[in-house]
């Protein structure tokens, strides 16, 4: 994963989970030193969160991966 997945899964979850979007917006800002948008943040998301559920799939018995 990149470093922007591994901080949106950070932000996204755990206690920043109940936050709204612009304080995790605001910390993933000064986490990354970036600016963030909504639109970027949902994306990012989404694609960290697609490669958590393969991650997971192939280490599942029966997967790919013994």
Do not use: F, H
Not at 1 to 26: F, H, Q
Not at 45 to 63: D, F, I, Q, S, T
Request: net charge positive; aromatic share 4%.
């Amino acid at each position: 994963m990149s470093a922007d997945e591994r901080a949106v899964i950070e932000a996204a979850t755990g206690e920043m989970g109940n936050k709204p979007d612009a304080v995790k917006l605001g910390w993933l800002k000064m986490r990354t030193k970036e600016s963030w948008t909504k639109q970027r943040y949902t994306s990012t998301v989404g694609r960290a969160l697609e490669k958590l559920r393969k991650m997971v799939e192939e280490r599942e018995p029966g997967g790919s991966v013994s």
